[in-house]
């Protein structure tokens, strides 16, 4: 069965300061991957999707940036982070057939605070 | 553009009462339709979806019916358990990402 793991769950952080979360998926290859956002009061924010190793679309500008190493891993990352970067950060994954389903699987998310 | 609109929260209801979630979409087309659940701690998972119009979703005693007419997908249960408390999302999909309403929170008391 497939499994999706993301880690840390929790994360507090100085303003300006670097930051990476990393997501890993088992049991299936070829995922797409997603990192969503869900900032308090607020939606989910997709931030970034993959469908395939080294390649990252970016839906909102800003100063996150994705990578994808290895074909199931998927990394969230900033040089210097913001105050209004803190949120709830969440790894997701779907079938690499296209989104068909509409079925994503999420991990259970990254709680970060920046401060 | 694409886009979910969904009733803002908290709905705080009683054990055993009627629960509608209302959730309206903006989209070119017919995109299918999906209401995820995220329970405390937990990430979101699927709850139920609909591909085209006046397909009735169902799942564990929720459902919605993917009307064009109104190009809403309202949630319902006809008696909602205080282990139904959680935040859910609509989404519609769009291309190759789901798009997701803000999200409403659901609190049952018993």
């Known amino acids: 069965s497939q499994t999706i793991h993301q880690w840390p769950a929790t994360l507090v952080q100085p303003v300006g300061s670097p930051l990476s979360l990393e997501c890993t998926v088992e049991g299936t290859s070829n995922p797409n991957l997603y990192w969503y956002r869900q900032a308090a009061g607020r939606g989910l924010q997709l931030l970034f999707y993959?469908?395939?190793?080294?390649?990252i679309s970016s839906e909102v500008p800003q100063n996150l940036s994705a990578s994808r190493p290895q074909d199931r891993q998927f990394i969230l990352s900033s040089k210097k982070l913001l105050l209004s970067d803190s949120g709830f950060y969440l790894c997701?994954?779907?079938?690499?057939?296209?989104?068909?389903?509409?079925?994503?699987?999420f991990g259970e998310g990254s709680r970060l605070t920046v401060l | 553009g694409n886009s979910v609109t969904q009733m803002e929260g908290p709905v705080t209801l009683s054990e055993e009462a009627f629960l509608t979630i209302n959730c309206t979409y903006t989209?070119?087309?017919?995109?299918?339709l999906f209401w995820y659940v995220q329970y405390p701690g937990e990430g979101l998972q699927l709850l139920l979806k609909a591909t085209k119009a006046d397909d009735k979703g169902s799942n564990k005693g929720f459902e919605a019916t993917y009307r064009k007419e109104t190009t809403s997908f309202h949630l319902e249960k006809g008696s909602v358990q205080v282990s139904d408390s959680a935040v859910y999302f609509c989404?519609?999909?769009?291309?190759?990402?789901?798009?997701f309403g803000a999200g409403t929170i659901l609190r049952v008391k018993s």
């Open positions: 993959s469908v395939g190793i080294g390649q």
């Open positions: 989404a519609l999909l769009h291309g190759n990402k789901l798009v």
């Open positions: 997701a994954w779907s079938l690499n057939r296209g989104l068909k389903t509409g079925e994503l699987f």
């Open positions: 989209a070119t087309g017919y995109p299918s």
